[in-house]
T-cell receptor
Framework: DSGVTQTPKHLITATGQRVTLRCSPR?????VYWYQQSLDQGLQFLIQ???????AKGNILERFSAQQFPDLHSELNLSSLELGDSALYFC?????????????FGPGTRLTVL | GENVEQHPSTLSVQEGDSAVIKCTYS??????FPWYKQELGKRPQLIID?????GEKKDQRIAVTLNKTAKHFSLHITETQPEDSAVYFC?????????????FGKGTKLSVKP
């Protein structure tokens, strides 16, 4: 158990819908990262938050957004869902916001878009 | 941006043999290189990492080497066991302007035959 929690574990929804994925980082960690894992694209970095502020953006679609709350949990919002959004979504947390550091992954949310 | 290439994509070894997985990266500014093990349907788990001021790091049967000049790093697993079977991902820290996000290789599926 990494100490990072994610809910829900599974999510099945239809095209065009909107969903919210939730992540709670390890105690003491200030950074939250979101990654998407699909069969053909591997693990892709989406976005990072550090202590409530957006710190870095990767290959995140405009239909996706995220935020980190004062208690440091984070939510990833996916809207206008398409079949291709079906994937495993992981969040990871780490302590620092600057120098590269260990990241610990949550159990993931498996999203299926029908 | 940063690009990480990983080889081979699949690797099959006999129990007790050694396994080597190699990665190359493109951004000379990258300075943190973790390796993750992911079992089917589970989270990526950090197994070892190395920073650019170190050439080699060992942890029991696992070792990682880094050649900054050639921009490649490798994972070595000795005395492989069936429970080592999993997908292994290498990663490099993000490009300038980002703050620690990881760029992953495509993964190596390791099968250890008893």
């Amino acid at each position: 158990d990494s100490g990072v929690t994610q809910t829900p574990k599974h999510l099945i929804t239809a095209t065009g819908q909107r969903v919210t994925l939730r992540c709670s980082p390890r105690s003491g960690d200030l950074s939250v990262y979101w990654y998407q894992q699909s069969l053909d694209q591997g693990l892709q970095f989406l976005i990072q938050y550090y202590n409530g502020e957006e710190r870095a953006k990767g290959n995140i679609l405009e239909r996706f957004s995220a935020q980190q709350f004062p208690d440091l949990h984070s939510e990833l919002n996916l809207s206008s869902l398409e079949l291709g959004d079906s994937a495993l979504y992981f969040c990871a947390s780490g302590l620092a916001g600057g120098l590269p550091h260990e990241q610990f992954f949550g159990p993931g949310t498996r999203l299926t878009v029908l | 941006g940063e690009n990480v290439e990983q080889h081979p994509s699949t690797l099959s070894v006999q129990e007790g043999d050694s396994a080597v997985i190699k990665c190359t990266y493109s951004d000379s500014a990258s300075n943190y290189f973790p390796w993750y093990k992911q079992e089917l349907g589970k989270r990526p788990q950090l197994i070892i990492d190395i920073r650019s001021n170190v050439g080699e790091k060992k942890d029991q049967r696992i070792a990682v080497t880094l050649n900054k000049t050639a921009k490649h790093f490798s994972l070595h697993i000795t005395e492989t066991q069936p429970e080592d079977s999993a997908v292994y991902f290498c990663a490099a820290s993000g490009i300038q302007g980002s703050q620690g996000n990881l760029i992953f290789g495509k993964g190596t599926k390791l099968s250890v035959k008893p």
